[in-house]
């Protein structure tokens, strides 16, 4: 699948809320929480997770994705990458060029080589970060604007990096609460408008950065903890979400969105909900 077959197709990404056309996963064949990286894994460790359960949940999640248009590309799952299922990391798209992330948890280094193996074998133009640590669970972008968590995995050396590659955006950054791992935990915008947001994680300086682009609604911290932020919009105001995650449903609904629930549970475990899972190459 050579790039002669996507260069008609291929538009890339510019926003969070355009239609998913092409997307990566990876299934949790061999998901578990090895080392606890955060405090959802914390809460599960013991616990652990339970694959065929997890595979089941993850296979019910494509399987509707497919049902919407999308194009689900699957990516090996390797065993010594326990965290594997969550691609939205190892790279993010932006207007026509992939970016292939700098992992700065050890038990995630290397699963980055897979995602790069795949962009290459089938000619995507991509960049690879060289300098500091970034995942894509930090980058959301907006057309031109791109906001980009400080985090304990993204650092301001990489954004620098990023904001070399890309001199006609607007690089926006974002603190929050480290303990929420990763940006997209706190804050995701959903439609050109509209983004869910933690606002327990953000100082008031950074909710009002938010506030001035965005009508933000609100996630409590019960529901934060199950992951109501990390939703997945599909396109024409369709957005993936958990099923008890009802407070953030409802705010939804209200706000003109249809929300398609599905059970994913076990998956959030391990501090990921559908964001985290998809790494999307095309929205149109």
Not at 83 to 92: A, K, L, N, P
Request: hydrophobic share 40%.
């Amino acid at each position: 699948m050579g790039l002669e077959q996507h260069e008609t197709r291929w538009h890339g990404c510019h926003t969070e809320y355009a239609s998913l056309e092409q997307v990566i996963v990876c299934e949790p064949v061999y998901m578990k929480i090895e080392e606890v990286i955060n405090t959802v894994q914390k809460r599960y460790a013991k616990e652990n997770i339970d694959v065929p359960r997890a595979m089941e949940q993850h296979h019910n999640f494509t399987q509707k994705l497919k049902e919407l248009g999308v194009d689900v590309i699957t990516l090996p799952s390797r065993p010594e990458f326990p965290e594997q299922v969550f691609t939205r990391d190892i790279g993010f798209t932006i207007g026509n060029r992939v970016f292939i992330s700098e992992m700065a948890s050890p038990i995630r280094q290397g699963e980055e080589k897979v995602l790069r193996e795949w962009i290459g074998s089938n000619g995507f133009p991509y960049q690879k970060m060289t300098a500091g640590s970034i995942e894509g669970g930090d980058v959301v972008i907006d057309g031109q604007r791109i906001f980009v968590g400080i985090s304990l995995r993204t650092d301001h050396e990489a954004i620098d990096f990023l904001e070399r590659q890309l001199p006609g955006y607007t690089i926006i950054r974002v603190p929050f609460d480290a303990a929420c791992l990763h940006l997209d935990c706190v804050f995701t915008i959903i439609s050109k408008t509209h983004a869910l947001i933690y606002p327990a994680a953000l100082s008031k300086e950074a909710y009002e950065l938010l506030a001035q682009h965005f009508t933000l609604i609100e996630v409590g911290e019960e529901e934060q903890f199950a992951m109501g932020t990390n939703v997945l919009a599909v396109g024409q105001k369709q957005i993936i979400s958990l099923p008890q995650n009802k407070k953030v449903n409802a705010q939804l609904k209200l706000h003109g969105f249809r929300v398609i629930e599905i059970e994913f549970s076990e998956i959030i475990k391990s501090g990921g909900s559908f964001r985290c899972c998809t790494m999307p190459l095309t929205r149109i």
